[in-house]
């Protein structure tokens, strides 16, 4: 199967369309855009970062990097730090390390997403694999 079988039931549950775009096994967003000659600001990378006990995903576009010293103000604390592979194995046990969709809620986690994301008519993510990636509208995304 091309995406998660958790995220393959909630968009067929909801009757999204969607399309997968296969490519050649890559792990950096930024590679998979150009691969996939789709724009890096389209692209959206999932970050997930720990705040004090809890774990959240911010999805960003695939040529930005998280900045903890901002997070550490948006969410009023000291306690923010990038989430361990270990940790992120747990979190999505029917993803590849690496590939999980921006679908966190369907995982227990809050989600945080760009602004910039939100401006263009699609979104292009991963969805469980590090060889296939999702295009759908954005306002089906949201």
Same mark, same amino acid.
């Given at each position: 199967?091309?995406?998660?079988?958790?995220?393959?039931?909630?968009?067929?549950?909801?009757?999204?369309?969607?399309?997968?775009?296969?490519?050649?096994?890559?792990?950096?967003?930024?590679?998979?855009?150009?691969?996939?000659?789709?724009?890096?600001?389209?692209?959206?990378?999932?970050?997930?970062?720990?705040?004090?006990?809890?774990?959240?995903?911010?999805?960003?576009?695939?040529?930005?990097?998280?900045?903890?010293?901002?997070?550490?103000t948006v969410f009023a604390t000291h306690q923010v730090r990038l989430a361990t592979e270990n940790?992120?194995?747990? +979190?999505?046990? &029917?993803? *590849?390390?690496?590939?999980?969709?921006?679908?966190?809620?369907?995982?227990?986690?809050?989600? =945080?997403? !760009?602004?910039? +994301?939100?401006? &263009?008519? *699609?979104?292009?993510?991963?969805?469980?694999?590090?060889?296939?990636?999702?295009?759908?509208? =954005?306002? !089906?995304?949201?």
């Open positions: 199967m091309s995406i998660s079988r958790t995220l393959n039931s909630f968009l067929d549950r909801e009757r999204v369309q969607y399309d997968v775009l296969p490519h050649p096994e890559a792990f950096r967003a930024a590679q998979i855009a150009h691969t996939l000659h789709t724009p890096q600001r389209e692209m959206a990378k999932v970050v997930i970062v720990k705040v004090e006990k809890r774990f959240v995903m911010t999805v960003l576009p695939a040529s930005w990097n998280v900045d903890l010293h901002r997070l550490k940790e992120i194995t747990d +979190l999505f046990p &029917d993803c *590849e390390l690496g590939a999980m969709p921006p679908f966190g809620n369907l995982y227990g986690l809050t989600v =945080y997403v !760009d602004q910039s +994301l939100t401006e &263009d008519e *699609e979104i292009v993510f991963q969805a469980g694999k590090n060889s296939d990636e999702n295009r759908m509208r =954005y306002w !089906d995304f949201e």
